[in-house]
């Protein structure tokens, strides 16, 4: 290497350097890489403790600004012209079914991606020893992300847009006392229209990406703070390597990154963005379908009445929300599963889930009529309080189950809870996305 | 801040800073009341939501069911001659119910509710019967206020209005 190019990457980049104390300073004087610290126990390098979700989520983020800015140039937020200029981008012009296509494929994949490493970081206990902040953020930081998704889904006013914000806003007015004036604030009017468009642009565009930079990097501050990411107790004669930052994580971190963009270039090549007809809002499509990340809470609405459809899930996130106040035992932090007996729970409550969800539904969709078993009741006791109250105390007797038959400790139990959750969840998912046809009853897939 | 003892004279250090707070909540309160009043719900001028002149008494028949797309409402005929016009949003979720002449009902294909002539529900999930607007009748000519959305929980006869 000449002494003329070294110099230049040393000025813009950093010096390749080839001893550790010169690649720690390297680190620790680069804007990006200070992101890291100069050095990480081995042990947190190992690919099947974090999966990489965090960095592939934010490396995701990042494709997302990129190719969302490049679409603000084509696209125009009037309900007269937003379809016809999406049209136009993926007919008329060069790489903007590309670009659409990376945008729209990188929104789902965060989706995921967020999901899963909110997975791990429980199932690691990544939220015990202090950490219990940085889990709040990342909650947020996934509730931003499905906002991001809600107020993009509309944007190009086709039928699946259309139809599916109408149902989502719907929901809201269910809420009591502020319901409708929320939703009619949200929507610019009573129903789905041009206010409407605009406002969910300026939240997408504007608001949302405020929030996102500002909590990003606060949860990336905090992980920093707390001495990077979460790790076993070890015992204080215990040696553990530590690595320096590079090339040890830098490498792998590039590596993921371009395994992830060369997977995702080749999906959007060869599927591209889907786009309905134009948004008609005298008729919507049979079946009307949410986005695929909202069919599990679609798939609850058909079996609950509204409050309770939507009181269900609150609950649930508010116990995800108290989770470290609820798993006060610090001392399995950084152990998948906690110990032995989490993972035998968790395996338990992934099979009752398994067994339990798919007779659920079916038995409701074939046998159950709530509101013709109690005729004399109101629907919101019939089809909403009855079966809350019914799926709570099942969700507090799976607990105690565990707490007393399978002689687990609080924290072990709660692992095997948050897996049949999260089981039941994805399997009201796949039955809302695969099993639902026409009117939403129940079909065989073809 | 440590706690001071109530019978002390405020200093003016103290009133000072009390002062600023005082007035930079009342600021962001302002500013916030502001915003607020600026985003308000905007799309009902000149849309959906004025009076439509329906047409004839005489031009629908008994029973009979015609959709006014602009307008958003169906207009029924009941059995006995009684006019009720009704929002075709579906109570249940928001979606666009459809009149189903063969099946006589109207139609939501979101979740499958269903509705009867007059609107009340037949089928679940939807919580209450189809919302309605208000009929006046003038000269033979009937016209519908899209401006206001009646809520009901079930059809009574008195909802009916009749030439």
């Not at chain 1, 001893?19 to 004087?29: E, G, I």
């Not at chain 1, 300026?202 to 405020?210: N, S």
């Not at chain 2, 707070?21 to 004025?50: C, D, W």
């Amino acid at each position: 290497m000449t002494e003329n190019t070294s110099n230049w990457r040393q000025k813009i980049l950093y010096k390749p350097e080839t001893d550790d104390r010169s690649r720690m300073r390297a680190v620790a004087n680069n804007l990006i890489l200070h992101l890291h610290p100069t050095k990480v126990p081995a042990p947190a390098l190992r690919w099947t403790y974090t999966w990489g979700l965090g960095g592939l989520s934010a490396l995701t983020a990042t494709l997302l600004v990129i190719t969302g800015i490049l679409l603000m140039f084509r696209y125009d937020a009037s309900i007269e012209r937003a379809y016809t200029s999406i049209q136009y981008m993926e007919t008329q012009v060069l790489f903007g079914s590309f670009v659409r296509g990376l945008h729209h494929w990188s929104a789902n994949l965060l989706v995921i991606t967020a999901f899963l490493h909110m997975i791990r970081v429980f199932l690691t206990g990544g939220f015990k020893l202090g950490r219990g902040n940085n889990w709040l953020v990342g909650l947020f930081l996934l509730a931003l992300v499905l906002a991001f998704n809600f107020t993009g889904y509309l944007l190009p006013w086709d039928q699946l847009a259309f139809w599916a914000i109408t149902v989502g806003t719907s929901l809201l007015s269910y809420v009591p006392v502020v319901g409708t004036a929320v939703s009619n604030f949200l929507l610019g009017g009573p129903e789905v229209g041009q206010a409407t468009l605009r406002n969910f642009y300026a939240i997408h565009v504007a608001v949302l990406p405020v929030l996102l930079a500002l909590f990003m990097s606060y949860h990336f501050w905090k992980v920093r703070k707390d001495g990077g990411i979460s790790q076993p107790i070890r015992d204080k004669n215990e040696r553990v390597e530590r690595l320096t930052t590079i090339p040890h994580l830098v490498q792998i971190e590039f590596a993921a990154a371009a395994v992830l963009i060369t997977a995702l270039t080749l999906w959007v090549i060869f599927v591209p963005a889907p786009l309905e007809a134009l948004a008609d809002p005298s008729h919507p499509p049979n079946p009307a379908k949410a986005a695929w990340y909202f069919m599990g809470l679609q798939e609850l609405l058909l079996h609950m009445h509204p409050l309770a459809a939507m009181a269900l899930p609150g609950i649930i996130v508010a116990g995800f929300i108290l989770i470290p106040w609820l798993d006060k035992q610090d001392d399995n932090i950084g152990l998948y599963f906690r110990s032995r007996k989490g993972k035998q729970m968790a395996l338990v409550g992934a099979i009752w889930a398994l067994a339990l969800i798919p007779v659920l539904v079916i038995a409701d969709e074939l046998w159950l009529d709530l509101p013709a078993m109690f005729p004399t009741w109101p629907t919101l006791i019939s089809t909403g309080l009855l079966p809350l109250l019914l799926t709570l105390a099942a969700l507090i007797a799976i607990y105690l189950i565990f707490r007393e038959f399978g002689h687990a400790n609080p924290s072990e139990a709660l692992v095997g809870l948050f897996i049949f959750l999260i089981v039941s969840f994805i399997l009201l998912t796949i039955v809302g996305i695969f099993f639902r046809g026409a009117n939403m009853a129940l079909v065989w897939p073809v | 801040m440590t706690t001071k003892n109530t019978s002390q004279p405020v200093t003016r250090r103290d009133f000072l800073k009390l002062g600023i707070g005082a007035l930079s909540a009342l600021a962001l309160l302002e500013v916030g009341g502001a915003s607020l009043i600026f985003l308000q719900p905007r799309s009902l001028e000149g849309e959906f939501g004025g009076m439509v002149t329906a047409g004839l008494v005489d031009s629908f028949p008994i029973g009979s069911v015609v959709e006014f797309t602009n307008g958003r409402f169906y207009l029924v005929r009941s059995h006995d001659g009684g006019f009720l016009a009704v929002y075709r949003r579906c109570t249940h979720l928001g979606c666009t119910v459809e009149w189903e002449a063969q099946e006589n009902r109207f139609f939501c294909p979101c979740h499958a509710s269903s509705f009867d002539l007059v609107g009340n529900v037949e089928n679940t999930p939807a919580p209450r019967a189809l919302d309605t607007f208000p009929i006046t009748i003038d000269a033979g000519q009937i016209i519908v206020d899209t401006g206001t959305i009646q809520t009901r929980d079930a059809f009574a006869p008195d909802q009916l209005v009749y030439a």
